[in-house]
C-alpha cells in the first residue's frame, strides 16, 4: 500500500517530468483538466453537490465583504459611515 508521501512524491516527480517533456504551460494545463474532470466525477458521484459548493462560494465571497460572524449567508456589513470635510 502506498502512503500519502509516497503518493504526493509520485504525484510530483510527474509534474516536472512533464514540465520537462512538454514545457510549464502543457503542465499546468495538464493540472486544470484534471481538476475539473476531478470536480465532475464528485459531482456526478454525489460527493459534490451544487449547494454545498455554493454555499462555500457564498461563506468565501461574505468573508471578503466582512460580514458579521452572526449575520446570515449573503448578508454584508454596511460601508463605515464617513465624515465629509469642507475645504474653504
Request: proline share 6%; aromatic share 10%.
Given at each position: 500500500?502506498?502512503?500519502?508521501?509516497?503518493?504526493?512524491?509520485?504525484?510530483?516527480?510527474?509534474?516536472?517530468?512533464?514540465?520537462?517533456?512538454?514545457?510549464l504551460?502543457?503542465?499546468i494545463?495538464?493540472?486544470?483538466?484534471?481538476?475539473?474532470?476531478?470536480?465532475?466525477?464528485?459531482?456526478?458521484?454525489?460527493?459534490?453537490?451544487?449547494?454545498?459548493?455554493?454555499?462555500?462560494?457564498?461563506?468565501?465571497?461574505?468573508?471578503?465583504?466582512?460580514?458579521?460572524?452572526?449575520?446570515?449567508?449573503?448578508a454584508?456589513?454596511?460601508?463605515?459611515?464617513?465624515?465629509?470635510?469642507?475645504?474653504?
Open positions: 500500500m502506498m502512503s500519502t508521501k509516497q503518493f504526493g512524491a509520485l504525484l510530483g516527480f510527474l509534474f516536472a517530468f512533464t514540465i520537462a517533456a512538454f514545457g504551460g502543457t503542465a494545463l495538464c493540472l486544470l483538466v484534471a481538476a475539473v474532470f476531478y470536480a465532475a466525477a464528485g459531482f456526478f458521484e454525489g460527493s459534490l453537490g451544487m449547494a454545498e459548493a455554493q454555499d462555500r462560494l457564498t461563506a468565501a465571497r461574505d468573508g471578503l465583504r466582512g460580514s458579521s460572524p452572526g449575520a446570515p449567508p449573503g454584508a456589513q454596511p460601508a463605515p459611515a464617513t465624515r465629509s470635510v469642507r475645504v474653504r
